[in-house]
Nanobody, 118 residues
Framework: QVRLVESGGGLVQPGGSLRLTCAAS????????MGWYRQVPGKQRELVAS???????NYADSVKGRVTISRDNAKTTVYLQMNSLKPEDTAVYYC????????????WGQGTQVTVSS
């Protein structure tokens, strides 16, 4: 079983910054990609940023230039540095990890609230 623990959410003023952290543990095996998604009530969960094992990144158009996804050397912790935050970035942010340990898996964290408000 893969366990994802997220941290770093909170309340920030418009223009501020936050850094989200997601640590994977358990039966990780070989991770193929890690990423961050977000969801607001009444809307579908959407991709914010992803990072493959090969180092390829993908960002939502709405966050390009303001958000950077990175990982640690062990490739089991992923970070999301968010700058110049806007009220529309307010959402619950979820960490996602895909990989293979005996079988393919697609694991989600419990979510962390990010609120951008003055």
């Amino acid at each position: 079983q893969v366990r994802l623990v997220e941290s770093g959410g909170g309340l920030v003023q418009p223009g501020g910054s936050l850094r989200l952290t997601c640590a994977a543990s358990g039966s990780i095996g070989s991770i193929s990609a890690m990423g961050w998604y977000r969801q607001v009530p009444g809307k579908q969960r959407e991709l914010v940023a992803s990072l493959t094992s090969g180092g390829n990144t993908n960002y939502a158009d709405s966050v390009k230039g303001r958000v950077t996804i990175s990982r640690d050397n062990a490739k089991t912790t992923v970070y999301l540095q968010m700058n110049s935050l806007k009220p529309e970035d307010t959402a619950v942010y979820y960490c996602n990890t895909r990989g293979r340990y005996k079988f393919e898996y697609d694991a989600w964290g419990q979510g962390t609230q990010v609120t951008v408000s003055s």
